[in-house]
């Protein structure tokens, strides 16, 4: 009888002991295979100022890359218990809770340079061949052209170009160039129809916004 109880304490031992470890294998941060490989777009702002475009590229091994007009910033992001936890420059940016719906609510943003996410939604999967488009818009309008340079029109789809031959970058998701010295325009395929996007000429500190739809 002895034996047998302390059998039975023994195996109660190891029984909370293998719940303990397993508890503590959940609480690891790990990538979400959802997330893994895939670019989600959407849009945030600096200290509560004019809502601006970007793009989040959750990269293998828990890496990201955040793109918006002021260029490109390195992070890194984990998944903990169905909570998404972005980093950007070695501190916590934001945090958010992944719905069934592959959306990100109760987003809450800590970004020690003034970043608050305001939504983000998995992008487009295919990648839209840009050469020989044009996205329009009743204020601008963007012509890509072959050998990555595109035509800028102030006004909708009839109007003539203000400036031709534009040299732009494209990198995942969002698009770079610039018209003159400092005259700097950013946009974002928000899906494979749509772009949103921003500009900012010099001497003006005002943000202007667009968005343009692919004709």
């Not at 047998?4 to 293998?18: D, K, P, R, Y």
């Not at 091994?61 to 980093?87: H, M």
């Amino acid at each position: 009888m002895k034996k047998q109880v302390i059998f039975t304490a023994i195996s109660l031992m190891l029984a909370v002991t293998g719940l303990n470890s397993c508890k503590k294998s959940n609480d690891t941060k790990t990538p979400d295979p959802i997330l893994k490989n895939t670019t989600w777009t959407g849009e945030f702002n600096y200290n509560g100022g004019t809502t601006q475009p970007m793009s989040i590229a959750f990269l293998d091994g828990g890496n990201l890359t955040w793109a918006e007009f002021k260029g490109e910033y390195s992070g890194s992001w984990a998944v903990t218990n169905g909570i998404l936890t972005l980093s950007l420059g070695g501190s916590v940016s934001f945090t958010a809770d992944i719905s069934s719906d592959n959306t990100l609510t109760n987003i809450k943003s800590t970004d020690v340079g003034g970043r608050k996410l305001l939504n983000t939604i998995p992008g487009a999967s295919d990648s839209p061949v840009l050469d020989g488009t044009k996205w329009v818009s009743p204020n601008v309008s963007l012509t890509f052209k072959a050998g990555t340079t595109l035509d800028l029109a102030f006004g909708g789809a009839n109007a003539l170009p203000t400036y031709t031959n534009i040299p732009y970058i494209r990198k995942g998701k969002a698009i770079y160039f610039t018209l003159s010295p400092k005259y700097d325009w950013f946009t974002i395929l928000s899906t494979s129809t749509t772009m949103k996007g921003i500009n900012m000429a010099p001497n003006d500190a005002t943000v202007y916004t667009f968005a343009i739809t692919k004709q």
